[in-house]
């Protein structure tokens, strides 16, 4: 049986590279100035209304936030939040939210 493969110049580009590392600190200061009205200080809420955002998984929030900013999923106070966040700024505010203790 004869093997076929790809020479490595040609792999080696297929190979996703690791994303930058977030920013916690920067991810701190926007939800302290836009999350926290809502979803408490320190990711956990006041009130029932909002869900707990601290200790969340760093993926989970960012495909969520990154769904509400598309439009694919919908929720108008979301989808309003983050409609002027960059992919950096939802990789910083995941990152500080999953950083911090979970709500138990």
């Known amino acids: ?43 956990i809420s006041a009130s029932p209304a909002f869900p ?11 495909n969520a936030l990154t769904a509400y900013r598309d439009g694919t999923r919908k929720a108008p106070i979301m989808n309003n939040m983050v409609a002027g966040l960059a992919d950096t700024d939802i990789a910083n505010v995941a990152a500080y939210l999953a950083s911090l203790k979970r709500c138990e």
């Open 52 to 62: 707990n955002l601290a200790g969340q998984k760093e993926d989970y929030l960012r």
């Open 1 to 43: 049986m004869k093997k076929i493969g790809l020479p490595l110049s040609i792999c080696l580009p297929l190979v996703a590279a690791p994303a930058p590392a977030a920013d916690v600190a920067a991810g701190k200061a926007m939800v302290e100035s836009f999350c926290s009205a809502c979803h408490g200080i320190n990711g």
